[in-house]
């Protein structure tokens, strides 16, 4: 009977906690699609692409940018919305994100961002998106119109999906998909010394089957590809279909990239000997070695996603501003790269920060027009959606933000959004409860400033 006394205990603690924690309700409801032409008269427009027009029109309709420029014709049932002294900007986009897959990182029954196993190439991030995850309105409230929601956990994760943080299901969210084949490489390099002979040996036994699973994996999907061409052949049998194979033909015929998952040197040259033997695209997530090999990943053409400059030196004998100057490296070697946050079930909570990290390149040598592409046209362009995203400019969608400064600067509001012409609620869990509590320091006598 104590036992089950415990158990009833710790759920009502388990329950009070969520409550607090979790449900807080929250009243956004997801934008119509734009009825009308709208206008934004008056502000400067940042083309990301190109120059800067100032005391510009931006016209949209349909989802569409229309026109932009200091004189064009407007039709008769546009509305026109004042934007003088403000900014236009495109809408950031956050490229490594467990948003929607986790709500509260310490809850295991809020987390279902990993499956059971090591190859599982069929996992779909977006069949598991949650619309109505409270942080969504919290990292679109900074600007962020689009997130790239990734898989974890194993050796090859899944598939990941370019959501856009407004719609009534996952189904309404889905920009692209799938974008990429996540593939968490092993960790190549084991440090000898302090470790005993076993230790060493068990280590290196464990990093091969890793990967013999990779080789292993992608001979198998090769086998399968060559079978399903093969059944239009007379006398071939038909062969069942196997999901885990579906999903990684749009990688064997180079449709989509693997996105690599590697921070050191080892893991990185290891990554590209292997793709250039496997004939497929990758791409670098992590990269903190990048800059060290960065000829390399520009003589083929591999892209970095930079997971957040917000972090400590790797190893103790490296300079404090290590991973605040890497962005800037990869400028000045020539790599194409974007900056993204560290993703992650903990790092969700967080993704409206994702400016501050570009920001912080900016200061330490990554030019400021490069620091904003790099959360903005760079990541459109990685994830393969540049011809729709990541600019303004004639014929993309109208996903942008209006601001009264520069999105990266801390002190700057995002005062509109639009995501494909739609206007989204600004409104979340932070300004519900910052209403909330002025309205009880007012009551209380006090200004609540």
């Known amino acids: 009977m104590k036992k089950y006394s415990v158990q009833i205990a710790f759920t009502i603690v388990c329950l009070a906690w969520l409550g607090v924690t979790v449900a807080i309700p929250s ?123 990734v898989p974890q956990g194993g050796i090859i994760s899944g598939t990941s999906a370019l959501m856009m943080l407004d719609g009534w299901t996952w189904e309404d969210m889905t920009f692209k998909t799938p974008v990429a084949l996540h593939l968490n490489w092993p960790g190549m390099f084991i440090r000898r010394t302090d470790l005993s002979e076993k230790e060493v040996k068990k280590r290196v036994k464990n990093r091969d089957e890793k990967l013999a699973q990779i080789r292993n994996t992608f001979a198998r999907a090769r086998a399968y590809q060559q079978a399903k061409n093969a059944e239009s052949q007379e006398g071939v049998p038909y062969h069942d279909t196997d999901l885990r194979w579906e999903a990684m033909l749009p990688v064997l015929s180079r449709e989509i990239p693997v996105f690599v998952h590697a921070n050191g040197i080892h893991e ?90 570009s920001a912080m390149a900016a200061a330490y040598g990554l030019p400021e027009k490069e620091a904003l592409k790099a959360v903005t046209l760079y990541p459109a362009q990685i994830l393969g959606v540049a011809d729709r995203l990541g600019s303004l400019e004639k014929g993309k969608d109208a996903t942008l933000i209006v601001t009264d400064g520069d999105p990266l600067e801390i002190m700057t509001h995002v005062e509109m959004s639009f995501i494909q012409g739609r206007k989204i609620d600004l409104s979340s869990r932070h300004t519900q409860l910052y209403e909330k509590y002025k309205t009880k320091y007012e009551r209380m006598g006090l200004s609540g400033n």
Request: hydrophobic fraction near 40%; aromatic fraction near 6%.
């Open 27 to 149: 009243d956004q409801t997801p934008a119509a699609k734009q009825a009308h032409p709208i206008a934004l008269v008056g502000g400067t427009v940042h083309t990301v692409s190109g120059n800067d027009i100032q005391d510009a029109t931006l016209l949209f309709d349909k989802g569409r940018i229309a026109a932009i420029g200091k004189h064009i014709v407007l039709p008769e049932n546009v509305e026109l919305i004042d934007v003088k002294g403000k900014h236009i900007y495109p809408g950031l986009i956050s490229a490594n994100t467990s948003l929607g897959l986790v709500e509260v990182a310490a809850v295991r029954s809020t987390r279902d961002y990993a499956e059971v196993g090591d190859i599982n190439p069929n996992v779909r991030a977006e069949a598991s998106f949650n619309p109505d995850s409270e942080l969504l309105p919290v990292t679109r409230a900074n600007g962020i119109a689009l997130a790239l929601s």
């Open 268 to 357: 990185i040259q290891a990554a590209v000997d292997w793709a250039l033997t496997e004939n497929v695209l990758i791409a670098i997530v992590g990269g903190y070695d990048a800059w060290r090999v960065s000829a390399l990943l520009k003589a083929h053409n591999i892209p970095v996603v930079v997971t957040g400059t917000h972090r400590t030196p790797r190893r103790r004998w490296e300079n404090y501003d290590g991973p605040f100057a890497l962005p800037g490296k990869l400028h000045e070697a020539g790599v194409l790269f974007c900056i993204a946050t560290g993703g992650g079930g903990f790092g969700s909570a967080h993704e409206r920060n994702l400016p501050y990290h």
